[in-house]
């Protein structure tokens, strides 16, 4: 993890809101962005935010989420998601989030990730598939 991960860097990104990121049960004229699509958009903006900030074989991982979905956004509408690092604790990182379509504020909140060195997860992941394995 670099040096230069602390609170108050920020990442926007923008997406358009396509029939994927919509729901689709209450018909055709009320498509609008599923709150689990944003927040999986929400989760990769934190992440790619991160990742700037990591070192050779480290990633993230999501641990907390606590965010509201405040107002719909129609099918075709763009949202921008704005994350900013609230908290560095060591390898745990606070990221505030806002995300805004071309009208007004849909969602806020906080999103946690663990700054993670890949390869020791592997073998953490590995050991624990074959403590299942072996009957717990």
Do not use: W
Not at 44 to 68: H, K
Not at 100 to 124: K, L, N, P, S, Y
């Amino acid at each position: 993890m670099k040096e230069t991960l602390r609170p108050g860097l920020s990442h926007t990104e923008t997406h358009r809101v396509d029939a994927a990121r919509c729901i689709d049960f209450m018909g055709e004229d009320l498509r609008i962005y599923a709150t689990p699509e944003l927040l999986r958009d929400i989760e990769f903006a934190c992440r790619n935010q991160l990742l700037a900030q990591c070192d050779a074989g480290e990633d993230s991982v999501g641990m907390a989420v606590d965010f509201a979905h405040t107002a719909p956004t129609p099918l075709g509408m763009t949202v921008r998601i704005t994350v900013t690092v609230a908290e560095v604790a060591g390898r745990r990182v606070v990221l505030d989030v806002v995300a805004v379509d071309e009208v007004e504020e849909i969602a806020r909140g906080r999103h946690t990730r663990f700054i993670v060195d890949m390869a020791e997860a592997q073998q953490r992941l590995l050991a624990k598939i074959a403590r299942a394995a072996a009957g717990g």
